[in-house]
């Protein structure tokens, strides 16, 4: 079986061919126009993704030395994401479905974060049912319980910013530039995590909460540039390391408590946070500190990509639950819904 899969939610287009469950390509079009504006501009990324849909396609096909006519199904995103984005992706994949006469198959973005982990990789562990996924990603923090493929159970979530969201924001006011996520897990490798102790927010159950954390930082650093106008410059690797230190903090308390709740010690992430190297660190360390088997995608498979959307792809078309050719995007699609 031959899963094109198409990906087109927010700010990356990305395309994949998947042989089974066994990627053959994935490639993805970063879109830098959205840097020079400190976010993503919908109006933009839409018009973007207009202008690489048909090239990112082709290098997937090329890519993966497979000719179009031999494709089984096209998977696609429908949602959730900024909705200019995935009428692009939506539009194509019905287009090409229909050109081809194959089936076509929506896929929610959050399940595909999630269910990453059964690609197959020689290197790479799977979960088996049920576990716990902790998706942390630009515009969601979730804890999921995992019962099947498609069946899933949302334990927990953010009240206000996504965890990406508080990185992206937090390296906003240290005066970096878009996307900062990455950026702050740079710096923090050279500083020391608890130089600054940010206060950490207090919210019950397995939700989370992160908009206090971005107030916390500006006013340390607006108190500190007072009396040190060059605060920022001379201790940037440290705020980086502590704000990256608290955050991880939050998550890492937040799974613990998930684990005990549901006596469950199977724990994955997923979502572009799961690339954060102090994330990977923590989980991994859980392993012998903590008793848990832990799960974490290889690292091209945590940001938006259409690998995941291909997995998804695949796992339904072995239950030929196909989608209808006047099936629509959607900009909120809740797990589970
Ligand atoms: P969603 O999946 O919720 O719809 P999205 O698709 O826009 O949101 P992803 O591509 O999954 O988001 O993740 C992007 C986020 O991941 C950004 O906020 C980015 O800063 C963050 N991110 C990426 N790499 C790292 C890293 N190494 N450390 C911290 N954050 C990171
Ligand atoms: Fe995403």
Same mark, same amino acid.
């Given at each position: 079986?031959?899963?094109?899969?198409?990906?087109?939610?927010?700010?990356?287009?990305?395309?994949?061919?998947?042989?089974?469950?066994?990627?053959?390509?994935?490639?993805?079009?970063? @879109?830098?126009? +959205?840097?020079?504006?400190? !976010?993503?501009?919908?109006?933009?990324a839409s018009r973007a993704h207009q202008q690489n849909i048909v090239p990112v396609v082709h290098q997937a096909l090329?890519?993966?030395?497979?000719?179009?006519?031999?494709?089984?199904?096209?998977?696609?995103?429908?949602?959730?994401?900024?909705?200019?984005?995935?009428?692009?992706?939506?539009?194509?994949?019905?287009?090409?479905?229909?050109?081809?006469?194959?089936?076509?198959?929506?896929?929610?973005?959050?399940?595909? +974060?999630?269910?990453v982990h059964f690609i197959k990789d020689e290197n790479q562990k799977t979960p088996t049912f049920p576990f716990l996924?902790?998706?942390?990603?630009? !515009? +969601?923090?979730?804890?999921?319980?995992?019962?099947?493929?498609?069946?899933?159970?949302?334990?927990?979530?953010?009240?206000?910013?996504?965890?990406?969201?508080?990185?992206?924001?937090?390296?906003?006011?240290?005066?970096?530039?878009?996307?900062?996520?990455?950026?702050?897990?740079?710096?923090?490798?050279?500083?020391?995590?608890?130089?600054?102790?940010?206060?950490?927010?207090?919210?019950?159950?397995?939700?989370?909460?992160?908009?206090?954390?971005?107030?916390?930082?500006?006013?340390?650093?607006?108190? @500190?540039?007072?009396?040190?106008?060059?605060?920022?410059?001379?201790?940037?690797?440290?705020?980086?390391?502590?704000?990256?230190?608290?955050?991880?903090?939050?998550?890492?308390?937040?799974?613990?408590?998930?684990?005990? @709740?549901?006596?469950?010690?199977?724990?994955?992430?997923? !979502?572009?946070?799961?690339?954060?190297?102090?994330?990977?660190?923590?989980?991994?360390?859980?392993?012998?500190?903590?008793?848990?088997?832990?799960?974490?995608?290889?690292?091209?498979?945590?940001?938006?990509?259409?690998?995941?959307?291909?997995?998804?792809?695949?796992?339904?078309?072995? @239950?030929?639950?196909?989608?209808?050719?006047?099936?629509?995007?959607?900009?909120?699609?809740?797990?589970?819904?």
């Open positions: 079986t031959y899963i094109l899969a198409i990906e087109s939610s927010c700010d990356d287009t990305s395309a994949a061919v998947l042989a089974n469950d066994k990627v053959l390509s994935n490639v993805v079009a970063n @879109q830098e126009i +959205h840097r020079k504006y400190g !976010g993503v501009v919908p109006e933009l090329a890519q993966a030395n497979i000719d179009k006519k031999a494709l089984s199904a096209i998977a696609f995103t429908r949602g959730p994401g900024l909705m200019g984005s995935l009428l692009v992706g939506t539009s194509f994949a019905k287009s090409m479905s229909m050109g081809l006469e194959i089936p076509l198959i929506e896929v929610n973005h959050m399940q595909a +974060h999630i269910l996924a902790m998706t942390i990603s630009g !515009g +969601h923090t979730q804890i999921v319980l995992v019962k099947d493929f498609l069946e899933m159970e949302i334990l927990g979530q953010t009240l206000d910013d996504a965890v990406g969201e508080a990185f992206d924001k937090s390296a906003k006011l240290l005066g970096l530039p878009y996307p900062g996520g990455p950026l702050i897990d740079k710096l923090a490798k050279k500083g020391n995590p608890r130089a600054y102790p940010f206060p950490k927010p207090k919210v019950d159950g397995l939700n989370f909460s992160f908009s206090g954390l971005k107030t916390s930082i500006l006013y340390y650093i607006q108190k @500190q540039t007072k009396a040190n106008p060059n605060f920022l410059e001379e201790n940037l690797e440290d705020v980086c390391a502590s704000i990256q230190y608290t955050i991880l903090e939050i998550l890492m308390e937040k799974l613990e408590k998930a684990v005990n @709740q549901t006596g469950i010690k199977q724990v994955a992430i997923g !979502g572009g946070v799961a690339a954060n190297s102090g994330i990977r660190n923590r989980l991994a360390a859980a392993e012998h500190e903590k008793g848990w088997q832990t799960y974490i995608p290889k690292f091209e498979f945590c940001t938006d990509n259409a690998a995941m959307i291909g997995i998804v792809g695949y796992l339904k078309y072995l @239950q030929k639950n196909f989608s209808a050719k006047n099936v629509v995007a959607k900009a909120r699609y809740v797990i589970g819904e």
